[in-house]
């Protein structure tokens, strides 16, 4: 099967120019002007952007949470990301309390086979670490091509992990070259404030918030870096929201540490004001960390410039507003947490990013795909657009306008985070390994046709055994 796609403008991390991708068995194979070439179907994508499918490294799909389970599974979560131009994403394997890696691992792997359309990895969250167990295991991991341990310091009596658990776990990826991830709050002081939240009558979505106060935030971010410098871990932060994290991660790139910080989509354009909302409808951006006052907003659009942050996922965790999230109607503590937002990454960060000038169309693309790409081990088979690649291409029409909308977005949720927002440029086709996913309005991929990649550890390159020929 090859695929021929002329005249689209390639854009990478690094490059912008004019030219034709010929896309032979799954991989690119020639990049030329005016390829003279036969193939099995030719796309005109004159005028349209040719992007790297984009990789969103922080995902939750079907995923027990908050005594419900969240309300994409791999099947409408991929199909969610594909017409976003999402082709492949690393989701969560969380790890029950007494469970063994190697069980939860294979209920995530079962999760995923004969629904998936985009390609796939694991990050493993470690709850329950023991030795003489589940420590010995956890070193094992990176040969299952799951090179990534993600660690909660908040959600207390759940996920929560103590100090000790954390630098054990920092102390294994130091010797096995995992990347450590860590969702960055003080769970302990948090759940006092909760607890006193509660006492005093305050249910209402807002004290979802207030009662996680930015400085959490940054004390816990702050005290990651510190001890990753002391376990000699790579660390990545994910879902920073506030100057009070940005701060520490800051100094930590300036002084050259192995530290990396991820925000997500949602952080540029819902701020605290949404919680307040009346009629409970607060609840649909309960997510954690919590919107944050506005201010907030250029602290993160200047950090993704300066690259004191490398990535812009979703953090998407999808649940239904009514009947998931009104299960906290008397209680915020209850509202489970999360929101939706897998499909419209790009679409967002293109409008708001890319045309308003902010960052360029190569940044777009560094923080969507080639970066995540590469700090998740799976540069450059996925993230770019070269000869060797896997072809997962976005053909983007940039004149195309989009209203963003519950009504015709293709996860579960029954609202959206963005409703009724009004956008220029959108997917047209999408391919993954060269199999067309999406083209306009259509699913015509095959749910069961993404696989599972095996990522590399941290430093190496996921590169190709075939040998690529060149022209
Ligand atoms: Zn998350």
């Given at each position: 099967m090859s695929v021929l796609i002329k005249g689209g403008r390639v854009i990478t991390a690094a490059d912008d120019y004019v030219g034709d991708v010929y896309v032979e068995d799954e991989r690119i194979s020639l990049i030329g002007e005016s390829l003279d070439v036969a193939a099995n179907r030719t796309i005109d994508a004159t005028g349209k952007y040719l992007l790297p499918g984009c990789v969103?490294?922080?995902?939750?799909?079907?995923?027990?949470?908050?005594?419900?389970?969240?309300?994409?599974?791999?099947?409408?979560?991929?199909?969610?990301?594909?017409?976003?131009?999402?082709?492949?994403?690393?989701?969560f394997c969380i790890q029950a309390q007494g469970q063994s890696f190697g069980e939860a691992l294979e209920g995530w792997?079962?999760?995923?086979?004969?629904?998936?359309?985009?390609?796939?990895?694991?990050?493993?969250?470690?709850?329950?670490?023991?030795?003489?167990?589940?420590?010995?295991?956890?070193?094992?991991?990176?040969?299952?091509?799951?090179?990534?341990?993600?660690?909660?310091?908040?959600?207390?009596?759940?996920?929560?992990?103590?100090?000790?658990?954390?630098?054990?776990?920092?102390?294994?990826?130091?010797?096995?070259?995992?990347?450590?991830?860590?969702?960055?709050?003080?769970?302990?002081?948090?759940?006092?404030?909760?607890?006193?939240?509660?006492?005093?009558?305050?249910?209402?979505?807002?004290?979802?918030?207030?009662?996680?106060?930015?400085?959490?935030?940054?004390?816990?971010?702050?005290?990651?870096?510190?001890?990753?410098?002391?376990?000699?871990?790579n660390l990545y932060v994910v879902h920073v929201s506030c100057k009070e994290?940005?701060?520490?991660?800051?100094?930590?790139?300036?002084?050259?540490?192995?530290?990396?910080?991820?925000?997500?989509?949602?952080?540029?354009?819902?701020?605290?004001s949404f919680l307040e909302r009346p009629d409970f409808e607060g609840a649909k951006w309960v997510y954690t960390p919590p919107p944050r006052a506005k201010e907030n907003q250029e602290h993160l659009w200047a950090a993704i410039?300066?690259?004191?942050?490398?990535?812009?996922?979703?953090?998407?965790c999808a649940f239904l507003w009514d009947g998931q999230k009104t299960l906290g109607r008397d209680d915020f503590s209850k509202i489970p947490n999360g929101g939706p937002g897998l499909e419209n990454r790009l679409h967002m960060l293109h409008e708001f990013g890319a045309r308003t000038g902010r960052i360029s169309l190569n940044r777009m693309v560094e923080l969507l795909a080639t970066n995540p790409a590469k700090l998740f081990g799976l540069y450059p088979r996925k993230g770019t657009i070269?000869?060797?690649?896997?072809?997962?291409?976005?053909?983007?029409?940039?004149?195309?306008?989009?209203?963003?909308?519950?009504?015709?977005?293709?996860?579960?949720?029954?609202?959206?985070?963005?409703?009724?927002?009004?956008?220029?440029?959108?997917?047209?086709?999408?391919?993954?390994?060269?199999?067309?996913l999406v083209e306009g309005d259509e699913l015509v991929g095959k749910p069961g046709s993404g696989q599972f990649r095996k990522r590399a550890r941290v430093g190496e390159e996921l590169r190709s055994s075939r040998t690529v020929v060149a022209a």
């Open positions: 969103d490294p922080h995902t939750h799909l079907d995923m027990p949470f908050g005594g419900t389970v969240t309300a994409d599974d791999f099947e409408s979560g991929h199909v969610s990301a594909a017409f976003g131009g999402t082709t492949t994403h690393v989701d792997h079962g999760k995923a086979n004969g629904k998936a359309l985009i390609d796939y990895g694991f990050h493993l969250a470690v709850t329950d670490l023991k030795e003489g167990g589940t420590l010995e295991e956890l070193a094992r991991m990176p040969d299952e091509g799951v090179t990534s341990y993600k660690l909660f310091m908040a959600y207390k009596g759940a996920l929560m992990v103590d100090d000790e658990t954390l630098f054990r776990t920092m102390q294994t990826a130091s010797e096995t070259g995992a990347l450590v991830m860590v969702h960055a709050e003080n769970g302990d002081a948090i759940d006092v404030l909760v607890r006193e939240a509660l006492a005093a009558g305050r249910t209402e979505p807002r004290y979802h918030a207030l009662t996680r106060p930015p400085e959490t935030e940054g004390e816990a971010t702050n005290r990651a870096i510190q001890l990753a410098r002391v376990a000699d871990a994290a940005i701060d520490p991660i800051a100094v930590a790139r300036e002084k050259g540490w192995k530290v990396w910080g991820e925000t997500c989509t949602q952080y540029f354009f819902i701020d605290y410039r300066n690259d004191i942050l490398s990535v812009v996922s979703t953090d998407h070269a000869v060797g690649s896997d072809a997962d291409i976005v053909v983007f029409d940039p004149e195309k306008r989009v209203t963003l909308s519950a009504a015709t977005h293709h996860s579960k949720s029954d609202y959206n985070l963005y409703e009724g927002t009004e956008v220029t440029g959108a997917p047209e086709v999408v391919l993954r390994r060269g199999e067309v």
